[in-house]
């Protein structure tokens, strides 16, 4: 579905804070069938994600990090709630733009969205939060360098590229590949821009970066932009 002559730009003013659940990040990521036991796993700019929550309760290690986690629990829940009814209504406006073969309908992507928020919320409310939430911005992290055995970043970095800019992109990837371990990955999607328009400097960006042995683009599990993209995976030198 590429009729660009129907196409609108996602109406957004500045970054919304969404909450993707494990099975759309696994779907997204093409994580089906990952080894969640080589490192740490990191969640950038994860907003109100459940993935984080999931794959704690599955018995993985896992954080996130986020600005969107400043201030108190039930403000930044409080925020999820409406961050759900204002995109659900802006989606329901421009479905006919939308690939539904991932979820559906409308109200199944809405549906979703609300399990993941409850998860995010019960494990945002537990004492234990703030030693997996950080609230921390790209692009400085408060990690140790060598830290993650993999780092994923959905719906931030590209897709608000006319906000925040090439300089910002060359630092923050540079600080996630700081946080990676030898030969562990960072994984971005999407790689479009809010115009539904491929992000105009990624090329002269990823022929400038450093410390990173494979840079590839694989095919996204997760059809739901009126664009396709692809991810992006990098893989840190050894
Ligand atoms: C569209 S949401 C994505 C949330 C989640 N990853 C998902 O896919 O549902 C974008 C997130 O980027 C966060 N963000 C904004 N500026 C950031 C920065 N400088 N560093 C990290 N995250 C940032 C926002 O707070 C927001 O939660």
Known sequence: MENKSILQAYPQTGVASTCRSY???????NLVGTDWNEGPVLDVAGGASSFTAQLNARGFEAYAADPFYEGLNEDVIAAGHKEIEVSSAKIAAGAAMYDWSFYGSPEQHRKLREHSLTLFAEDFRQDSARTKYYSAALPNLPFESGTFGLIVCSHFLFLYADTFGKQF??????ELIRLLRPGGELRIYPLITLKWEECPFISELLGELKGVDLIEFLPTGLPFMP???????LVKSV
């Not at 099975?23 to 990521?29: C, I, L, P, R």
């Not at 992109?169 to 540079?174: G, S």
């Not at 664009?227 to 995976?233: E, G, I, K, Q, Y």
């Open 23 to 29: 099975e759309e990040y696994t779907a997204m990521f």
């Open 227 to 233: 664009v396709a993209s692809p991810l992006l995976r």
């Open 169 to 174: 992109h060359e630092e923050a990837l540079t």
